[in-house]
């Protein structure tokens, strides 16, 4: 059972990385203002990170538990397969920033073209749908690596 303090810290330093991206979503910060508060929440975010690094680190990993422990054993592996998992989290989600891209670049022009004329609608959508095609490639990839594991 999580006490208090496990529930609230996370929540409250999820809400403090949050808070410099406020105003650029809703619109009202400029170029700079919003470069500079993307700026603040990618060094919070990882100063939290180093700091819950460090404060682990001082703790001696008291977290991981004692050794013949059935949840440590569980978490242990070989390198083989955490470079596994990560392979398969790194094709998935570079696939999806891809698709995104694409995704992005194709529907304002399917928009327009559909606009111009209703003819070209079923042209323009196979152009979006091929951009979020590679997405779904780099999921299957990612099914295929961790079966392998």
Request: aromatic share 10%; hydrophobic share 60%; net charge neutral.
């Given at each position: 059972?999580?006490?208090?303090?496990?529930?609230?810290?996370?929540?409250?330093?999820?809400?403090?990385?949050?808070?410099?991206?406020?105003?650029?979503?809703?619109?009202?910060a400029?170029?700079?203002?919003?470069?500079?508060?993307?700026?603040?929440?990618?060094m919070?975010?990882?100063?939290?990170?180093?700091?819950?690094f460090?404060?682990?680190?001082?703790?001696?990993?008291?977290?991981?538990?004692?050794?013949?422990?059935?949840?440590v054993?569980?978490?242990?592996?070989?390198?083989?397969?955490?470079?596994?998992?990560?392979?398969?989290?790194?094709?998935?989600?570079?696939?999806?920033?891809?698709?995104?891209?694409?995704v992005?670049?194709?529907?304002?022009?399917?928009?327009?073209?559909?606009?111009?004329?209703?003819?070209?609608?079923?042209?323009?959508?196979?152009?979006?749908?091929?951009?979020e095609?590679?997405?779904?490639?780099?999921?299957?990839?990612?099914?295929?690596?961790?079966?392998?594991?």
């Amino acid at each position: 059972m999580l006490t208090v303090f496990e529930l609230f810290i996370p929540l409250f330093l999820i809400v403090l990385i949050s808070l410099p991206l406020i105003q650029v979503f809703r619109g009202k910060a400029n170029a700079k203002t919003a470069r500079v508060r993307v700026l603040t929440h990618v060094m919070s975010f990882f100063s939290i990170i180093a700091f819950v690094f460090l404060l682990q680190l001082f703790n001696g990993f008291s977290v991981l538990g004692a050794e013949g422990d059935p949840v440590v054993d569980l978490m242990t592996g070989t390198l083989a397969q955490g470079m596994g998992f990560l392979s398969a989290a790194l094709s998935t989600g570079l696939s999806a920033l891809g698709a995104g891209i694409a995704v992005a670049a194709a529907a304002p022009a399917a928009i327009g073209a559909f606009s111009e004329n209703e003819k070209n609608f079923g042209k323009s959508l196979i152009f979006v749908a091929l951009g979020e095609g590679v997405a779904i490639y780099g999921l299957l990839i990612s099914i295929l690596i961790i079966n392998q594991l």
